[in-house]
C-alpha cells in the first residue's frame, strides 16, 4: 500500500551568531569546528524502510509490534556478527515521581535462541517461530519489568556509584569483564512513535556502536540506522533481510489456531 502523505514541513532555520567571544574562546572555535567535522565525517546514515512487518501484521498474528521490531535487530546482528550484542532500548519511568528512563535489555538468551535459529538452515518453520513468540514474550516481559522500575541498568549504576563513595572503587562483581561486556552498549535504539516525526534518531554511543532509531506504522516500518562502524551499509541491508525472514516464516506457518 502507498505510504500516506506526512505533510510535514522542516521549521526555518536561523543562524546564531555570536559577535562578542571571549579572545580565548574565539581562539578555540576554528579547532573544534574542525573536531566537529571530524566526528560528522566518521558517521555513516542508512534509512530502512519496508512494509514487511506493519502494526497490522504484527497484531493480527499476536505478537508485539516493539518486540518484533527489537528481534528484527537481533537476528540482524547475528547474521552479520554470529553472536548477540548488548542492546539498549529505552523505557520511560515517568510514572514515578522524579522517574526518567530505565534499560530494556533485548538481548535475552530468548533472543539469541530465537536468531540462532533463523540464521540456522536445518532448522523448521514451527520450531522458528515457536523460537519467535518465546522471544517476543520475553521481551514484553522484561519491557514490563523496566517500565515498573524492576529493571537491572539503573539499580547496578546505583550500585556502582555508591560503592565507589563508600569504598573508593566499584565492587569486584560490577567490574569484571562480564559486567564490561553487559555494559557496553553495541545496539543503542528507541522507538520513534510519534506521527509528528518525519525522521529522527541518535548518535551511537562508542564507535562500535549501531544507532537503530526506528518506528512501525500500519503501513510498514522504518530504521535509521547510525553508526561509525565500516559494515553500517551491510547492518542496514541485515535489517531489511531479517523483517523478510520473520515475516516469511510467519507467513509459511500458517494462521495460529
Known amino acids: 500500500p502507498q505510504r500516506p502523505a ?16 571571549p579572545a580565548d574562546v574565539a581562539a578555540r572555535v576554528p579547532g573544534a569546528a574542525r573536531d ?10 542508512r534509512v530502512v524502510e519496508s512494509e514487511a512487518i506493519t502494526t497490522q501484521f504484527a497484531k493480527a498474528n499476536r505478537l508485539s509490534p516493539d518486540g518484533l521490531m527489537q528481534m528484527t535487530l537481533q537476528l540482524a546482528h547475528y547474521a552479520l556478527h554470529g553472536r548477540p550484542a548488548s542492546t539498549y532500548e529505552s523505557a520511560s519511568t515517568a510514572a514515578f515521581k522524579h ?19 533463523f540464521c540456522d538452515a536445518s ?43 563508600l569504598k573508593g572503587a566499584p ?5 569484571d569483564e562480564t559486567y564490561k ?42 530504521f535509521v540506522v547510525r ?3 565500516a559494515d553500517t551499509d551491510d547492518f542496514a541491508d541485515a535489517i531489511l533481510r531479517a523483517q523478510l525472514d520473520i515475516r516469511a516464516a510467519i507467513e509459511k506457518g500458517g494462521p495460529l489456531a
Open 6 to 21: 506526512r505533510g510535514l514541513r522542516p521549521a526555518p532555520l536561523a543562524e546564531i551568531r555570536f559577535d562578542a567571544l
Open 36 to 45: 566537529l567535522a571530524a566526528e560528522i565525517a566518521k558517521l555513516k546514515v
Open 99 to 117: 522517574g526518567r528512563t530505565e534499560t530494556i535489555r533485548a538481548a535475552t538468551p530468548e533472543s539469541q535462541r530465537f536468531a540462532a535459529l
Open 123 to 165: 532448522s523448521g518453520t514451527a520450531e522458528r517461530l515457536a523460537a519467535l513468540r518465546e522471544a517476543v514474550k520475553v521481551h514484553s516481559a522484561v519491557t514490563r519489568d523496566a517500565v515498573m522500575g524492576m529493571g537491572v541498568d539503573r539499580h547496578l549504576y546505583a550500585l556502582r556509584e555508591l560503592s565507589r563513595e
Open 171 to 175: 565492587p569486584d562483581a560490577l567490574d
Open 181 to 222: 561486556t553487559f555494559s557496553k552498549i553495541l545496539i543503542s535504539t528507541s522507538t520513534l512513535s510519534s506521527a509528528a516525526l518525519a525522521d529522527g534518531g541518535f548518535g551511537p554511543v562508542n564507535p562500535e556502536c549501531y544507532a537503530a532509531g526506528y518506528g512501525i506504522r500500519d503501513h510498514g516500518c522504518r
Open 227 to 229: 553508526s561509525q562502524n
